[in-house]
């Protein structure tokens, strides 16, 4: 018998093993596998089995601060429309103020006040001057755009902002925390102070402008510090808010536009009924293959 023959025959093969880097093994290709290479294959090991009511009460944050946005937009309009005066603004700017310190000092951290006031207050001060003092040049900035391109240019940064904004609260700053943003959630923030500039720069008053400013950037700004508290404070306290919320909204805009109604109507519910039940469904083709062929990953233990 050829010496050749005899050694590639199976009975006289090496038994292959299993070698990282090692190299090629004699009388194997350097893709063979066995019958026991599948032995250690696990299927969906970190799928997360969702449940229906808890996905249904995760997208109410994503609700809530559609509300939130869209109480800002009736806002704009009723002021465009000489509805609200600047008056009636500067008292809706102070109680979200006032009210805003209170959810910060019950924070479930313990705030203390000296903390609040050195984190928070001294910078909304800094905050609200530089406001006042460049009003009048956010009522000229856009005189000469038509106001149709306003409009068109407003609405497509507010839905960029909803687009992009961080709903996992994930880049939430509490006092004395440092967190870097995302990049898309920065994106987003300045998407709403643009549209509040494009609104305010219609305006016909100084004081209307600084209104309208304070008010807008109070809510994008400090709206999610503020809705991120109460979340963490009490769950249920947040849903009872969230639904209050979802409940003033939809009358405000019902009472402005019947149309409007039913969209926000919609798209409330297909938050909150329709993505739920999309993504419970779509689960049971999850389908995710782990094994000895993965990248391997490193733990360090630090022991004394």
Known sequence: MDHRLASDSPQFRPRWRKVAYGGMQPGFDDNYTDESFLEGMVMNANVVKR???????DSVSISE?????????????????STIDENCLLCIDVSLLVSGFLILLYTPEKVSLSILIHHYFLNISFFIIGLYVLAPIYQTLTRSISSDSIWAVTASLLVLHLFLHDYSESTVNAPGALKNPALTSCISVNASVVASVFIASRLPSRLHVFAIMLFSLQVFLFGPLVTYC???????????FSISLMVVTLSFVYMLHRLLFVLLLSLLVFVNVVCPYWLIRIQEYKFEINGPWDEAKLCFAITD
Do not use: G, P
């Open 51 to 57: 449940d229906m009511l808890k996905v249904m009460l």
């Open 65 to 81: 601060y559609l509300c939130i946005v869209a109480l800002v937009v009736l806002v704009w309009t009723y002021t465009l429309e």
């Open 230 to 240: 109460i979340k963490k404070y009490s769950f249920r306290l947040h849903l009872c």
